[in-house]
């Protein structure tokens, strides 16, 4: 099975900074990477899909980018409605596996 | 539109069988495949296991031995089937259509006696 090694595991930062989270697969995914916002007590959204593509609806400020085994997620201004845990899913082979996930507070 | 709906039991006893369903509307499930993830309290998700389209079923490797996944189309209904219950098993159950855009709200279920 692929293993997905998200970092950091816990990220606090400020209203309007730039924040990146990261996902390493263990092989080559061929880009078939999605990111995920989950709030406590709901269930995942998906905020981007195949690395770069965002799910309509979703605010600009979120991108993803990445290729190989390396993937990142990008907030670009961090706003208060964005503290939540995110996590990153490879579907390109075999059982989908998920990271680890990243708590992400304000400071 | 899409909607996934789990139901089931919210307390099982060891050793016991879990019997969960996923209700589906907005789609086909002859069209797409449907996956089960679950979380346990306070950590990350993980993939059980999922039925395609056509009616094959893939499991996740630490589980399958004790995991089953069938539908009935006629209903809009997928099923999972766990035996063995452990106190580990004590999680959020998710469905999820393929694509992973479109989840239930998750089902608790907690494994105690």
């Known amino acids: 099975d692929i293993q997905m090694t998200q970092s950091p595991s816990f990220l606090s930062a400020t209203v309007g900074d730039r924040v990146t989270i990261n996902c390493k697969a263990s092989q080559n995914i061929n880009k078939y990477l999605n990111w995920y916002q989950q709030k406590l007590g709901e269930a995942p959204k998906r905020l981007i899909y195949?690395?770069?593509s965002l799910q309509t609806g979703i605010p600009s400020r979120f991108s993803g980018s990445g290729s190989g085994t390396d993937y990142t997620l990008t907030i670009s201004s961090l706003q208060p409605e964005d503290v939540a845990t995110y996590f990153c899913?490879?579907?390109?082979?075999?059982?989908?596996?998920f990271g680890g996930g990243t708590k992400l507070e304000l400071k | 539109q899409v909607q996934l709906k789990e139901s089931g039991p919210g307390l099982v006893q060891p050793s016991q069988t879990l019997s969960l369903t996923c209700t589906v509307s907005?789609?086909?499930?002859?069209?797409?495949?449907v996956h089960w993830v679950r979380q346990p309290p306070g950590k990350g998700l993980e993939w059980v296991g999922a039925?395609?389209?056509?009616?094959?079923?893939d499991y996740n490797s630490a589980l399958k031995s004790r995991l089953s996944i069938s539908r009935d189309t006629s209903k809009s209904q997928v099923f999972l089937k766990m035996n063995s219950l452990q106190t580990e098993d004590t999680a959020i159950y998710f469905c999820?259509?393929?694509?992973?855009?479109?989840w239930g709200q998750g089902v608790m279920v907690t494994v105690s006696s």
């Open positions: 195949n690395t770069n």
């Open positions: 899913l490879q579907h390109n082979s075999g059982p989908w596996t």
């Open positions: 039925i395609w389209s056509g009616g094959s079923t």
């Open positions: 907005g789609f086909s499930l002859t069209s797409n495949s």
């Open positions: 999820t259509r393929s694509g992973s855009q479109y």
